[in-house]
Nanobody, 118 residues
Framework: DVQLVESGGASVQTGGSLRLSCAAS????????MGWFRQAPGKEREGVAA??????????FYVDSVKGRFTISQDKAKNTVYLQMNSLKSEDTALYYC??????????WGQGTQVTVS
């Protein structure tokens, strides 16, 4: 079975940092684009960052609101994608999900990890 397991969520103060991890198993990691989404209470889920697992220049994507503060990276040997979040703001508070994207949509989702900034 495919599993995406997120970890690293926590409560932090404004301006703090967190690193989220998403460990993937049961799939061929490099067949997918790995992404991070988030959903705040009362808001729609939004894409935050993505990385093309095949690598290469320009293989990452960020939503404008996190550019310069968040960095997505991966460890192919561990089938793990990370989201380093710096200079956190209250508006970053949300449940963060990892997804394995293929064929134009998220095929698999993790269970989510909560980030609270106050």
């Amino acid at each position: 079975d495919v599993q995406l397991v997120e970890s690293g969520g926590a409560s932090v103060q404004t301006g703090g940092s967190l690193r989220l991890s998403c460990a993937a198993s049961g799939l061929t990691y490099t067949n997918y684009c790995m992404g991070w989404f988030r959903q705040a209470p009362g808001k729609e889920r939004e894409g935050v960052a993505a990385i093309f697992t095949g690598g290469g220049v320009g293989n990452t994507f960020y939503v404008d609101s996190v550019k310069g503060r968040f960095t997505i990276s991966q460890d192919k040997a561990k089938n793990t994608v990370y989201l380093q979040m710096n200079s956190l703001k209250s508006e970053d508070t949300a449940l963060y999900y990892c997804c394995a994207r293929g064929g134009g949509s998220c095929r698999y989702w993790g269970q989510g990890t909560q980030v609270t900034v106050s």
